[in-house]
């Protein structure tokens, strides 16, 4: 059993590791406990059993939610996608074709080709567009 100072509370290493294996945070796993945020993590930190008990749980409780995603894979379609992502880097790539008018290509101005009064008229034109806003 872990000792705290503040409090003299005994804590059962087995409650350390119950809470570590439900991934609770530090402070919910003090307010589990009623203990103080502060020595929680003093009692992790000194007490070699407290915690091996908290990482242990920690990496127990990884594994149990690995196992039960592995589990939903076979029945439900966009879990086995997401694992798909997440362990054999597979991803969905969406190809976008734009086309202009009728399926033809997108007509483009280089604005580097016109001369001074046709980039005057274009000036006029955006700012006539930005008032009418």
């Not at 059962?12 to 402070?27: D, H, M, P």
């Not at 196992?67 to 880097?89: N, S």
Request: no cysteine; aromatic share 4%; charged share 35%.
């Amino acid at each position: 059993m872990a000792k705290s100072r503040q409090r003299h509370a005994k804590v059962r290493v087995s409650a350390i590791r119950a809470l570590s294996e439900l991934q609770a945070t530090e402070e919910e796993a003090s307010a589990s406990l009623r203990l103080s945020v502060k020595t929680f993590r003093e009692m992790i930190r000194i007490d070699a059993r407290a915690k091996a008990a908290w990482e242990d749980g920690r990496q127990l409780g990884r594994v149990s939610i690995r196992r039960k995603q592995f589990a939903l894979a076979d029945r439900h379609p966009q879990m086995a996608i997401f694992l798909g992502k997440q362990y054999l880097g597979q991803n969905e790539i969406s190809v976008i074709e734009h086309s202009g008018r009728d399926g033809g290509p997108i007509k483009t101005l280089d604005l580097t080709k016109l001369d001074a009064g046709e980039r005057k008229n274009l000036r006029e034109a955006l700012i006539a567009a930005r008032v009418k806003k």
